[in-house]
């Protein structure tokens, strides 16, 4: 059986920390690695081990769903719980027998990569995006960043992604591989949308735009009540912002029934200004809620309506001709059926795999 050590997770299974341990402790790479995992566990050739953060709830060590889990202490703080968690996460890893190193994230792709070298064991890194691309870091944290990128990805003994658009100009040498729809929550198809209502799903931070958004809803031209639905440390400025304006927002927090937002939403809207994918939107494609999206690189042209980043003007428009013209809403949402088709879990993990067999 090959042993395969996960490292970058800033928690596992999803769900397991809370707002005592982090006020945000998921985001799309923790959405994936959960997923990604609970199909590879399934295969017989490979035991998994994650090692992620520690949580007042939740035991030091455990076994869940045949995945070894170590849980190590941070030090909190929005910029400093990635760095002392995936140190710790290193030092633990030197100690945990293994066969394959499978990380994610920067810090967890440089100091998988110190403990790969130090352990002579391959590894395998997953880019989900490029922080150094991200507006909510300054310049000096995105020169790490990029640092971290251009030193870990060409030494890699394999790379996958599903963002090849952002990791060409460091290495050709990589794998992609798309993930799946999230399964846990996957929406029944919508049948009684609300055309007058506008859904956003995400973490409330600057990379997401909901202030582009906010900026956005006093230019329509149709009536709609906005939802946001998700928490992170910029609520309360959106929160002020929002009644500020007068706006018809309501801030609904981190919420579990995202399914039961996204069956009555006439309108899905990704605002951000960088993203390597939205998990949330490829949920609206399936349940056939139409997007407006900013255009960064995800989304077909022909899957929604595409606008600028950082333009609350286009957005208006691009939201009052989604909320009016039912011929464009049909367009949008078959657009969006047709490319969410290559999303599988089950693929993913195949090709994965497959990939681990590879390197060992």
């Known amino acids: 059986m090959i042993r395969v050590l996960v490292l970058g997770s800033k928690e596992y299974p999803r769900d397991s920390l809370d707002k005592y341990d982090d006020p945000a402790p998921s985001g799309g790479m923790e959405l994936y690695i959960d997923q990604l995992l609970g199909h590879l566990s399934k295969d017989d050739r490979f035991q998994f081990t994650v090692i992620t953060r520690r949580g007042h709830k939740v035991p030091n060590q ?5 995945v070894r889990i170590f849980r190590v202490p941070f030090l909190r703080g929005y910029f400093r719980r990635n760095m002392t968690f995936n140190l710790m996460a290193f030092f633990t890893a030197l100690r945990t027998p293994t066969d394959i190193l499978f990380t994610h994230g920067e810090f967890g792709n440089f100091f998988g990569l110190l403990a790969a070298k130090l352990k002579r ?15 909510q870091y300054n310049g000096f944290v995105k020169k790490i960043f990029s640092l971290i990128d251009r030193f870990t990805y060409p030494r890699a003994t394999a790379v996958a992604t599903h963002t090849p658009q952002q990791l060409r100009e460091i290495t050709t040498s990589f794998t992609i591989i798309y993930p799946g729809l999230n399964e846990t929550t996957k929406p029944a198809p919508s049948k009684q949308q609300d055309t ?16 582009v958004l906010l900026d956005a809803l006093p230019k329509l031209k149709t009536k709609a009540t906005c939802f946001i639905v998700g928490d992170g440390p910029k609520r309360q400025t959106y929160e002020e912002h929002a ?5 018809p927002v309501r801030f609904m927090g981190y919420r579990k029934d995202v399914p039961s937002f996204l069956s009555t939403a006439g309108v ?10 939205n998990y949330a939107m490829l949920e609206a494609a399936a349940a056939g809620v139409p997007i407006v999206a900013t255009d960064i690189g995800i989304l077909p042209a022909d899957a929604g309506f595409l606008v600028p980043p950082g333009n609350p003007e286009k957005l208006a428009e691009a939201l009052d001709a989604m909320l009016a013209d039912t011929k464009l809403r049909n367009s949008c949402i078959a657009g969006a059926k047709k490319f969410i088709t290559k999303f599988s879990w089950k693929r993913a993990s195949e090709q994965f795999a497959d990939l681990f067999m590879k390197v060992t």
């Open 62 to 66: 455990e076994t869940w769903g045949g």
């Open 121 to 135: 064991k391959p590894i395998v890194m997953v880019c989900h995006g490029r922080a150094s691309l991200q507006p």
């Open 196 to 211: 007058k209502t506008i859904l956003f799903v995400g973490r409330l931070i600057n990379v997401k735009g909901v202030d």
């Open 243 to 247: 009644r500020r304006l007068g706006l």
């Open 268 to 277: 899905f809207v990704m605002s951000s200004y960088s993203e390597s994918l």
